[in-house]
């Protein structure tokens, strides 16, 4: 494991980033309670933020009577003219949205998707891009989530559902656009943004479980993101839950696609119909008492039941966010939700805490924003360490502030 070089440097650069991340996922704070949450003296706190005020990140509010001290204190904020833009890109559409800096979106845009191979998709993804941009020109980054695996934020180690293999999509959508660009895995991204801005703000340990046209599962411990290094090691959706169950397209029986897929659902419905069914006509028929749908919606909700609890027996955690565009079976069925989740949880066990949230493919896009608003401010302070060390010895003018990456407003 490598370990980072400690330095002055390094401590000041480290701590600006903490200032910055504290402020922009809570603030309005006070200075004084920032210095509190952040284990910072009051002149720390006041060298930290200077240049992050100067260059733009974050701006000081209107005098109030600070609750903590009963003094007046001027609050720190981030800005609201940042804007990040997001895409979610699927096997045949590219979703994109803008947002500020807390994952407010402001623009949305879907373009339809012809090929899935690099050229087509590098290229639709940068048109969806400028079209966001010319709407909402204070872009600073753009992020990009797709199924797949990124090491490094720049290129696509793999994706098995676009059959990719070593494509440096975030270095061709850099150079295309003139923003910079981070790639990430989707529900990765979309785990970040929940962390962050969404139901699961303020837990420190939770897993996120995604159904929609595949399955995931994300890991939050200790408030930090569990990352696979390994882009080969198998994904949840092929965790077998009844070796007597469903055949997968990839010839896995049982496993949790198998089970809970939307095109393995709609294929199931239709079979027993005996015409085609999308997945919202599926979960209404479902609703409405149809005996297909309905044992197929309750074998599946069954399914996701026992898939959050292996999830929840393996790692310990008791919080389970559960979201995707195809989640809306465990609102239909939530008797059946429960009841898998008994069939392996020993019933002294500690009730779990499960939060369904229905989302469109917009929040998958959300959750590019998110990782895109995270790397620009890790990338934020290295940029100012310099000001920051200067600012002991010399009261800089805003205008020999180092202009920041991607900070084009």
Known sequence: MRTRETTPSTIAVESARNVAREVVKNGPLSRSETARRLDLSPASLTRLTKPLVETGLLIEGEDRADPQ??????????????????????????????TTA?????????????????????????????????REPR??????????????????????????????????????????TVVENDVLALTQAQHWFGTARGLRDFALVTVGVGVGCSLVIADQVVRREDPDTPTVGHYVIDRSGPVCPDGHRGCAIAYLSSPSMCSAVSLGLGRPVGYDELLRLAADGDAVAGRVVRESAE?????????????????????????????????SVAAGIAVDRPDWAKPLTTTIQPMGFDEWARGGAVVALQSWLDRYPVAFTAAARNAESADQSASSVPTLPGNTA
């Open 102 to 134: 807390r994952a407010v979106i402001t623009e949305r845009l879907e373009a339809p998707l012809d090929a899935t191979d690099p050229a087509t998709v590098t290229a639709a993804v940068a048109d969806v891009v400028a079209l966001l941009v010319a």
């Open 69 to 98: 001290h009963g003094r007046i204190t001027r609050p720190i904020d981030v800005s609201a003219d940042l804007r990040f833009v997001g895409v979610k890109v699927t096997l045949d559409a590219v979703h994109g949205v803008v």
């Open 139 to 180: 872009v600073a980054a753009v992020g990009v989530a797709l199924g797949g695996h990124s090491s490094d934020g720049r290129v696509v180690d793999v994706s098995r559902s676009l059959a990719w293999h070593g494509v440096p999509l975030g270095d061709d959508l850099a150079r295309l656009t003139g923003l910079p």
């Open 303 to 335: 399914a996701l039941g026992r898939l959050i609890s292996a999830v929840t027996t393996l790692t310990g955690i008791q919080n389970v966010q559960l979201s995707g565009e195809g989640i809306g079976l465990a609102s239909v069925a939530p008797d």
